[in-house]
């Protein structure tokens, strides 16, 4: 059996079936998702998901579903499922399930008496198309394949309802039907590798239910148009290649793009390289530029979370010349129009001016000189480097703010500052102002990486003032945080806050840290006493009054709850390092134990991939995105980290 399978038994049950996900991308925006058994339980399901700019800065559910129903000798055996209200099932195709395979593609098997068919799914590398190739492996005699579209045309943060405005009208193209419900968007091409008859016949089907939004607090009940049904025979042995596409295809030449694409995929056979795939699917090619989406369904390019996550997700899988065209040819470019006050959130890479974002992308840089050389490093990184750290020197920067001992300081109390970014009534939920712990964590690393590159480069005076500056900084840095224990989080107007979050375990995991190694490992501890779960570390101790480490209930308790105990796997990277740091090769075993928290959830939730952010007390539920960059690039990062030590060990 592959590593990705399921059976029947699993899938039968829709209490476990449907809490599993699926998501696949073009890598150009576009991607499809539902649950394992083709049941959409979100508004942002869908078979054919996709950008269009000339809408919105967002995407588009075109196609939300696709019924099948098989007919032979006269009897008619729907395949498909949907959900009307909180029980109600309708039809129950699940029941003729045998298998769900995603090793390579998403492949569900379905066996009706004798009749032994399978659906594969696929999205063209690019282009905003889906196939979808059914195949009847086994049947006694010829069946009839019926299958019946339906419509959303919305973006994914809405629902749609019936109404007079939509348009049902079809056009005759080759091989199928082209429909569009809006003015302004573009035709839905629906098409087949071999003819097919069509019958108009468009209905309304009313108060489809969506249980993860319900639970989320949201509107989970929209209506969908399904404008008729398509009808071919197919005999034993047949494979028959359905295509929908905002352009016409040419139907005579959907075989070949399939046979050209599915070698493309990397198949699934442990979690490296489910991560290596997921990592992978959240490359968004726009034109000339590469960014690294922040995960998927509702994430746009962000800079924090791509310069997070781009060394991850790009070195550390062996594709370098994605970290070239994400890097060098689109950030890069960005950073230096954001360093002129020339960039703007509505072009390219958006939260620039988050006070943190151009310090993760230094650190970036830094995991490149690790993998090859600070010499390399130093050649291609080390202008852009300095110009970062000048800018923050010359108080440009328009949110942070570069006090006298040195520290950076930034105003949280009306803004949030930091990753720790929600909103509640207008004001953040986790007010982190003035000194923050990570903030200054990566400031002090930033520097003294930028004094390497500048040192490697020649230029011996930049680099030695670089230091200077950089040990005072040090020496204020642990005078402030330092509260003889582990770090505060944040401090301002003397106030410190003592409460023990995360954030403090960059200090000890970056290369350079501002700790010795004594207080390094007091960070680790108390991170590993009081944060550490099989998903990461917790937003905030059990200990404090305000832990709230589940994150159910409507928009306003989920905000609340968000940063105050949920766990965030992105964190994990930074333990690990810090962890290994002060354990050496004696944490090996540990560690690796850790990794099997995540091993779980490869057929868990969003399968082959790490959602968002999990519960903080068992047994840890997933919640958020159903694949998120930054969870994915540290999990493959401690995987990384481990390659090394296990390296050395063996050595």
Known sequence: MSYLNFDKTLLLNLERSLRKEMIHTNRAGAYMSSTLVDCNTRKYHGLLVVPLPELGNENYVLLSSLDETVIQHGAEFNLGIHQYGETNFSPSGQKYIREFDCTSLCTTTFRVGGVILTKERMLVSGESRVFIRYTLLESGSPVTLRLKPYLAFRSVHALTHANPDANSDVEPIKNGQRIRLYDGFPYLNMQF?????????????KDIYYQKEDERGYECREDQLVPGSFELSMRKGESVIFAAGTTEGNPSGFKTIWNKEQPLRIPRNDMFSCLKNSACQLYKHQGDKCYLMAGYPWFGAQAREEFISVASCTLDIDRPDDWEAIVDQTAIPDVELFLKGEHTD??????????????????AFQKFAHKYSIQEAARRYGK?????IDFYQKQAHPRTYLHPNGLLWVDGKHKPAT???????GKPVTPRTGYVVELNSLWYNAMRFTAELMRANGQKQTADLLEYRAEL??????TTFWNGVYL???????????EVRPNQIWAAALPYSPLDMKQKKAVVDICTKELLTPRGLRTLSPKSGDYRPVYIGGQKERDHNLHNGPVWP???????RAYMSVYHRSGISFMQRLLVGFEME???????????????????KGHGGQCYAPSIAAVISVIDTMKHFETQQNG
């Open 488 to 498: 505060d989080d944040y401090v301002t107007d003397g106030y410190h806050n003592h």
């Open 473 to 478: 900084v040090k020496d204020v840095f642990v």
């Open 193 to 205: 590798s071999k003819k097919a008859e069509y019958k108009h016949n468009p209905l309304w089907y």
């Open 419 to 425: 990753w720790m970014n929600v909103i509640e009534d």
């Open 570 to 576: 992105f964190t994990i990277a930074a333990y690990a």
């Open 384 to 388: 852009i480097c300095k110009q970062i």
């Open 602 to 620: 490869m057929k868990e939730l969003t399968i082959g991939t790490i959602n968002e952010l999990y519960d903080g007390n068992p047994p840890y």
């Open 346 to 363: 509505q072009c390219g890479i958006q939260g620039m001016s988050e006070p943190d974002a151009l310090l993760w992308l230094v650190r």
